[in-house]
């Protein structure tokens, strides 16, 4: 069994660490769950980036086509692209 410590830190056991593939230098998040502590590896940022990559590429053969930015758009739609370009702008500037 494992002990806390009295900084609060624990020893996952080296089975654990492996099947989780959690190695020196691995983030962690630790949250609870049902009472209980969960302790799950973060996801590598390459494999998030791959995911992501994939989303794209699977969603953007459904897009259809998109309108131009010279032609009248909805009214809502409009609000959101000023808000966007308001917020670039921001975060240009500083």
Do not use: C, F, Y
Not at 41 to 51: C, L, N
């Amino acid at each position: 069994m494992t002990k806390v410590d009295s900084k609060g830190r624990i020893v996952l056991p080296k089975e654990v660490r492996e099947r989780l593939g959690i190695t020196p230098g691995t983030e962690v998040d630790i949250h609870e769950e049902d009472g209980k502590a969960v302790v799950e590896p973060e996801d590598d940022p390459e494999q998030v980036i791959e995911r992501m990559e994939q989303l794209i590429a699977d969603t953007s053969s459904d897009r259809g086509e998109t309108t131009p930015l010279d032609e009248p758009v909805n009214p809502i739609a409009q609000k959101h692209r000023d808000a966007v370009r308001k917020g670039a702008e921001k975060t240009s500037d500083e």
